[in-house]
């Protein structure tokens, strides 16, 4: 059984692939209370009601694309997290953390390690030899070329393009449609093609 934190265009996602590999989805956490009631068929709880029994059975997902907001969830919450994979997506040669959502038509090749709570939007590539930190987003069509390393809280926009190699540094944040080129440093915004950044 899953609760899904977060009532947005992620959280129906996350509902959806959920309900694609046969998991009960018990409702969704959300802290904005105009969100309160249903979403679909399914109730949209605030965070303090969904402290209480019977919702702290089963485990917990989080469908939000902010790093800073998954990282604060997980850090004053207990849950168990599950992670939610979409069932054509093949991940033999790949270390997957807690929490990690994989979407549809994602293609990963080999010796990849993902850490916890990265989510993978559909249709993302994924190189040999990649890793990719804890509460990491990346959108839809982003692709990541062999032996990039993705730090922590990162965000790689939509259909962004990294190449092989480089190392994106924790909390950077890569434009929707950058190509990267070069190394980019910590907590920078990182955007163009080639992707460019203030120094």
Known sequence: MLLIYGAGGMGREAMVLAEKIGVTVLGFIDDDKSKSGYLGKYPVYNEGMCLQEPYRVGRAHLAIANPLVKENIVEN????????????????????????MIGEGCVLTHNIVIGDHVSINPQCGIGHDVRIGDFTTLMWRVNLSGNVTVGKRVVIGTGAVVLQGLTIGDGAVIGAGAVVTKDVPAGVTAKGVPARWEE
């Open 77 to 100: 919450n207990d849950y168990a997290y599950m992670c939610l994979i979409d069932p054509d997506v093949c991940i033999d040669y790949t270390l997957v953390g807690e929490g990690v």
